[in-house]
């Protein structure tokens, strides 16, 4: 079983950015698709962005879409969520989320098969 870990995550303003990591364990990081879901207070986890395991295949949801930037660096078993243009209804707990093995980055929206314990991002008005 993988371990993720979060990090990144806290108080930023209306229009700002952050950037969140994901660090994961293991030898195998490079055969999974990764992405980011969310969940904010009384809501559901929504997905929020996937890509490939070689990073060249992005996925995002359309309320993110053109704002956050997902990246990973195989050599550091490591996902990154870039966020930008934050807004208020971005205040969620951010999870990372392994896909299935050998998955493509369009998968992991509806197979995740590990979580990590999520990091808190809010955006002040």
């Known amino acids: 079983q993988v371990l993720l870990a979060e990090s990144g995550g806290g108080l930023v303003q209306a229009g700002g950015s952050l950037r969140l990591s994901c660090a994961a364990s293991?030898?195998?990081?490079?055969?999974?698709?990764m992405g980011w879901f969310r969940q904010a207070p009384g809501k559901e986890r929504e997905f929020v962005a996937a890509l490939s395991r070689s990073g060249d295949s992005t996925y995002y949801s359309d309320s993110v879409k053109g704002r956050f930037t997902i990246s990973r660096d195989n050599a550091k078993n490591t996902v990154y969520l870039q966020m930008a243009s934050l807004k208020p209804e971005d205040t969620a707990v951010y999870y990372c989320a392994q896909g299935e093995k050998y998955g493509s980055s369009w998968s992991v929206k509806r197979n995740v098969s590990s979580w990590g314990q999520g990091t808190q991002v809010t955006v002040s008005s």
């Open positions: 293991g030898r195998t990081f490079s055969t999974y698709p």
